[in-house]
């Protein structure tokens, strides 16, 4: 049993794999029929010299077929075990766990989910007979909505409904399945060309605005979107162009100066909650190249950050990050690293960033807001086990910016990962 995933595209497709056990089985079944195909070629080619010989021919041939006989019911009991536990082990993960004979459920639903078989067979390198559209398990939690994002017509245009998409992916239903409609489309006029485009004023009409409450970006600077997002989209007159290069506090880094410690080894990197994607803007500057993780919540960061000409990642912190292991040379977040509940659910994102950081590089976290001593802790611990170097390692407090008069601390930190044997 068992299933393996490959990423194709940005779908994930998984298939079942051999197990040892049925291996064993066909080695059995493989002893079986030679054994028995070399007492009858003996039986056929000998002349037995009295009855008494050819009577013991007869009589082993006739334990080989009650043998064969056993073997076969014990391979069928083996077979209807395996289906048994297979079943048992889709269950247990979620997988096939949405009811497809719901009435509700929209028939292009139904059809991504079938499973295919592979046109050649099994294949010989994998193991893999048969492909399996996968979709997250929590999306059973929401089949009624995820039915209605199935519900469009094949080859016309898909429905306007991206927060739809967006409100399945933050329930947990991730990743969605693959449409085969065509996705409303904005005319991309008046884009930039790099590097200018980082620091000049992005069209309104280039952005979809369906969904959000503001359909401009003077209405979206005009609002406190977050910790990270108080008039972010302004790039001339706000406080957006100094970010990272003229420090507002001692929580402060400057670009340069964290460059400098990863000793020139820093090309790639992946940026957590980065709003409008200034962070990447600044490192671009620098040659290096940086993911920006993004959702589309009160504002359209996605489509702001690619106007930019830099690249966003539309995921859920809950979602693995679909990157091979040790890749990235920095990993920068701030208090998109808050991702509330359990202590547990920090934990599983801690230890996937760790994963996709390479061994030397570096973890900037920038600007944590600590809501209490206790969370400081909590987190300190955390950072703890993973046994990074602490190259800078700041606590401040800054004054409410919501002007209650009351201060606020913040943790700002520059880690090395370790290089573990």
Request: hydrophobic share 40%; with cysteine.
């Amino acid at each position: 049993m068992g299933s393996v995933s490959l990423k194709i595209g940005d779908g994930t497709a998984r298939f079942r794999r051999a197990t040892l056990c049925s291996s064993a089985v066909n080695i059995l079944m493989l002893l079986s029929v030679l054994t028995t195909n070399l007492f009858a070629l003996y039986a056929f080619t000998s002349s037995p010299k009295d009855h008494h010989a050819h009577h013991l021919l007869h009589h082993a041939h006739k334990n080989i077929s009650l043998i064969s006989e056993q073997v076969s019911l014990i391979l069928r009991e083996i077979e209807s075990s395996q289906k048994k536990l297979a079943q048992m082990e889709k269950e247990l993960l979620g997988y096939e766990s949405i009811d497809l004979s719901r009435p509700n459920i929209a028939n292009e639903l139904k059809l991504f989910l079938q499973h295919h078989q592979l046109p050649l067979g099994k294949d010989s390198r994998s193991g893999i007979t048969e492909m399996v559209a996968s979709v997250g398990h929590s999306c059973e939690k929401s089949a009624d909505l995820l039915s209605q994002y199935m519900s469009y017509k094949v080859t016309e245009p898909c429905p306007d409904d991206w927060s739809v998409a967006q409100k399945l992916i933050l329930r947990g239903c991730e990743p969605l399945p693959r449409r085969r409609c065509f996705a409303k489309s904005v005319p991309k006029v008046g884009l930039n060309p790099f590097p200018s485009s980082l620091w000049k004023p992005v069209d309104n009409k280039t952005v979809n605005w369906s969904g959000f409450s503001c359909k401009n970006f003077q209405c979206l600077n005009s609002k406190k979107l977050g910790r990270e997002c108080a008039g972010c989209f302004d790039l001339v007159n706000g406080s957006e162009n100094q970010r990272f290069v003229k420090a507002r506090g001692k929580n402060d880094f400057l670009i340069d100066e964290v460059l400098a410690l990863g000793s020139g080894g820093i090309r790639i990197g992946f940026d957590i909650g980065g709003g409008s994607g200034t962070f990447a803007a600044r490192m671009a500057e620098k040659n290096v190249t940086v993911i920006t993780n993004t959702l589309n919540i009160d504002a359209p960061y996605s489509e702001f950050i690619a106007a930019r000409g830099l690249f966003p990642l539309f995921l859920s912190l809950d979602h693995r990050f679909p990157f091979y292991d040790n890749v990235f040379d920095l990993v920068h977040t701030g208090s998109g690293l808050d991702v509330g509940g359990k202590p547990e659910k920090l934990d599983f994102l801690m230890f996937d960033l760790d994963r996709i950081l390479r061994p030397g590089g570096l973890f900037w976290l920038d600007n944590f807001y600590c809501a209490n001593d206790e969370k400081k802790r909590a987190l300190t611990r955390l950072i703890e086990r993973f046994g990074y170097k602490k190259l800078k390692w700041v606590v401040g407090e800054k004054a409410d910016a919501a002007g209650s008069g009351k201060s606020e601390v913040y943790l700002s930190a520059v880690l090395q990962k370790p290089v573990r044997m």
